[in-house]
């Protein structure tokens, strides 16, 4: 294949991918998807254009994460956006504790956000939310009791 006719298949998916930046990204369903990390937790989150109800796992946000703090790290996205009751989220999460899932679901939020409403990236971006947490629990040492911790000393 020269490099004419490789220029040639490229060039129309170059200008398709340059007029879709900025356009919200809209499935079918009138859904938006994006995926979060924060440990060792993945949530799959979904957000559409609804009265705010929040479905994590099948259950009610409120239920699965019943802390008010994990629940205040939720809402984060929507009240620096001012967009607080706009969506109903509907997500999957997996693996981790509670505390990285919050994190996770938080973190897809953000990319859900910022997919359907583009203008909301910077505002996002300045407050941290699009940024993966990249922090995760350091391996166990062999010789070690934990990963740095040494086992106690005894002379005799």
Known sequence: MSDATLQDTIEPVIQEAAANVGKPVIDEFGRTYATGKRKDAVARVWIKPG???FT??????????????????LSQPFQITDRVGQYDINCTVSGGGLSGQAGAVRHGLSKALSLREPDLRAVLKK????????????RKKYGRAKARRSFQ???R
Do not use: C, H, Q
């Open 153 to 155: 000393f005894s002379k």
């Open 51 to 53: 009265t705010g109800s």
């Open 56 to 73: 994590i796992n099948g259950r009610d946000g409120g239920v699965y994460f019943a802390r008010p703090v994990l629940r205040m790290v």
């Open 127 to 138: 407050a941290g939310m699009l940024t993966r947490d990249s922090r995760v629990v350091e």
